[in-house]
């Protein structure tokens, strides 16, 4: 994420980072770089602008020539920036409403279906809701039928009438179809255009006229920068949006978006799109992406994935396991189900204070534990059970079904190895201890 942006910021910090002497020049020159690298990131102009005078302004205030650490202060000035510009708060979703009406904007191809799916998930799973889907686009019979492919995928059931050309009607007959039927979230869905035109402007602020939604999201490609700020100032003049929702942030995006969204039209980005699948979707905090924007990891969010994923049941069961030495491969192929529920690897590794700089040029593959599944799954239950069994020609016929060499079955083996030593050393003493904490 941001890669190019991190990088050229990283670089233009560089000099004050270190010890060297601090000039009143080099600190112009600095913000001077980092306006450069805003621009590049496709930053509107303005923002870059008063960006840099904000933080020329505060450094100046706050003598950072005569700080002990003004490298470090410049960073700080720099991230605060950053965060107010994002928005600085985290911006909440207003789910008040019996039912709550979300209106979903934004242009066609900008992800809105998609992420309708992942909101209905979100709130279904996070905040036990009971979310129902609204299909109205009258246009586009395949976005209805995309939409039922969605709400099947996650369990929530969709309302179209495929033969209705009204939206207003429909996304009223669906609110009443809400009440009726014990939903209290209603997710309308709207058509999108490949570009503004007056006809979609039109239909879509007569539908938030008449449904008065709690909440009117405006989706937008990350993608598409500069474009993306001008799409969202045209749908804020006509609906009054209430929050914005970047997506495909996952992808190669420069930044500028993020960037300048808020300080255009003046309303929060709520939550941000990293992926195709229905759980690619996460709140934004303003103060994460710009640690993230900086290099300096997002920690936080990387612990609250890994307790999203956190069972205390099975976490009570493999505990057990290990206590009586039957932790087995089945028990590692869990864990590595686990692990790759919580994000793509380029994603995780990216929230990793200085990883994501550092392995930046490394391809980080999302079938890194393609390997040791495919030689996990060609072993039978009791190699699985017993790893001790598992001799010569067993390692061979183990090789050849998944496609590996012995010598890769062979580390795997070994590390195993040495994982359930360290896991039952763990057991033990200050282990058990740190092992019951966190069950509490
Ligand atoms: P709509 O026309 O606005 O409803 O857009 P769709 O929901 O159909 O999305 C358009 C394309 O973008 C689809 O291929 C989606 O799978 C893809 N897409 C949506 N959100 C994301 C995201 O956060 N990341 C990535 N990589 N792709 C996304």
Redesign the pocket.
Known sequence: MFDNLSDKLDKALHVLKGHGSITEVNVAETLKEVRRALLDADVNFKTAKEFTNTVKEKALGQDVLTTLQPGQLMVKLVKDELTQLMGGETAGINLSGAPTVILMS???????????GKLANFLKTKKTKKPLLVACDVYRPA?IN?LHVVGDQIGVEVYSEPENKNPVQIAQNAIEHAKTNGFNVVIV?TA?RLAIDEAMMTEIANVHQAIHPQETLF?V?AMTGQDAVNTAKAFNERLNFDGVVL?????DTRGGAAISIKSVVNKPIKF?????KMD?IDVFHPERMADRILGMGDVVSLVERAQEQFDEEEARKLQKKIAKNQFGFDDFLNQIQQVKKMGSMKDLVGMIPGAGKALKDVDIDDDAFKGIEAIIHSMTPTERSQPSVINGSRKKRIAKGSGTSVQQVNQLLKQFDQMSKMMKMMQGGGGRKMMQAMNK
């Open positions: 934004g242009l066609q191809g900008s992800g809105k279906t998609t992420f309708s976005a995309q869905d999108g989706v490609d997506t495909k942030l996952d992808g941000i799109g990293t992926g195709e690619a």
